[in-house]
């Protein structure tokens, strides 16, 4: 089995980009999609970015979704960061037996 | 609109035994995938089990298997899991899901494992 490694905590100011990753420790990053959830504090998860870089309806383009093979690694990107963006973010794949693996979650501050 | 409303929650001793229900509605039930996620009190998410539409396959975490069972009922569009044999580490809220491009959650159900 594999795990997805993630920053413990990110920081950023209002209007700015912070790019979160997921490392893939074993297979490859593109062998199954990625998917990431924004979980606000108090509150359940909601899908932000699935099948590695596509955005449900609703969600702004300011969310952006990508793989890297070399790093072997998925990153979410938020543009023009503003304050409701405070949440904690997990990335999601599968392996090869159809288990889900999240990443650890990642906690991005605003300040 | 998808809709999940998850009960069932509550607090349980070491060894007992808990049944979660998940009611659906806004989409086509039996179409879909479903999944139960557990947070553990400050923690991250933890994938529990998830049953094929026709609940013909059925997937666990290995920490679970053989205690837990996912089950379904297309008819009353509602995704179950009985706990049985349960421990203080069950304890976490646990989320309905349902499985498709989008996964759509539930707001969850809190199951708590203490004497």
């Known amino acids: 089995n594999f795990m997805l490694t993630q920053p413990h905590s990110v920081s950023e100011s209002p209007g700015k980009t912070v790019t979160i990753s997921c490392t893939r420790s074993?297979?490859?990053?593109?062998?199954?999609?990625v998917q990431w959830y924004q979980q606000r504090p108090g509150s359940s998860p909601t899908t932000v970015i699935y099948e590695d870089n596509q955005r449900p309806s609703g969600v702004p383009d300011r969310f952006s979704g990508s793989i890297d093979s070399s790093s072997n690694s998925a990153s979410l990107t938020i543009s023009g960061l503003k304050t409701e963006d405070e949440a904690d973010y997990y990335c999601q794949s599968y392996d090869s037996s159809n288990h889900w693996v999240f990443g650890g979650g990642t906690k991005l501050t605003v300040l | 609109e998808v809709q999940l409303v998850e009960s069932g929650g509550g607090l349980v001793q070491p060894g007992g035994s808990l049944r979660l229900s998940c009611a659906a509605s806004g989409f086509t039930f039996s179409s879909y995938w479903m999944s139960w996620v557990r947070q553990a009190p400050g923690k991250g998410l933890e994938w529990v089990a998830n049953?094929?539409?026709?609940?013909?396959?059925?997937y666990y975490v290995d920490s679970v298997k053989g205690r837990f069972t996912i089950s379904r009922d297309n008819a009353k569009n509602s995704l179950y899991l009985q706990m049985n044999s349960l421990r203080a580490e069950d304890t976490a809220v646990y989320y309905c899901?349902?499985?498709?491009?989008?996964?759509?959650w539930g707001q969850g159900t809190l199951v708590t494992v203490s004497s």
């Open positions: 899901a349902r499985e498709g491009l989008v996964l759509y």
């Open positions: 049953i094929k539409q026709d609940g013909s396959e059925k």
């Open positions: 074993s297979g490859s990053i593109a062998s199954n999609y």
